[in-house]
């Protein structure tokens, strides 16, 4: 009786264990961190892509995790600054209202060290590792 008691105790801890549901993304993971989404593959292509010499579309956008869960991201070609938070996967950027941001919130979910996806645009945001957009 003890032995099936046990390995009963034993499964159940094993599975409330596995839960598909990813543990929360803690606070300071962001900190010091960009993101970006490319409008093009390469520089070659974004700069083919210009409409006029005098005038130069943005190729990709950008997302800043500064100190103090400050952030700046660029949509267009205007910067917008404010403040993140992070509820489990989820982080949620409160910025000024613009037209870009009607609402002055972003939501993203962090899929991981590498890539969070924008739930607005339905965009994945790859990690920015070099000095480059494009390495």
């Known amino acids: 009786m003890y032995k099936k008691l046990l390995l009963f105790f034993v499964l159940l801890v094993l599975a409330t264990g596995c839960s598909r549901i990813p543990p ?18 390469t520089e070659a292509e974004c700069m083919e892509n210009q409409p006029d010499p005098d005038f130069f579309i943005n190729c990709y956008q950008q997302v800043d995790f500064l100190e103090d869960n400050k952030v700046r991201i660029v949509l267009t070609d205007i910067i917008h600054d404010g403040t993140y938070r992070i509820e489990s996967n989820k982080i949620i950027l409160t910025l000024n209202d613009t037209y870009e941001v009607p609402s002055g919130i972003l939501e ?28």
């Open 108 to 135: 993203f979910e962090y899929l991981n060290p590498n890539l969070i996806y924008n739930l607005e645009s339905k965009t994945y945001w790859k990690r920015l590792k070099g000095n480059s957009v494009w390495d």
């Open 24 to 41: 929360p993304v803690k606070n300071h993971i962001l900190k010091n961190k960009s993101f970006v989404y490319l409008f093009f593959e």
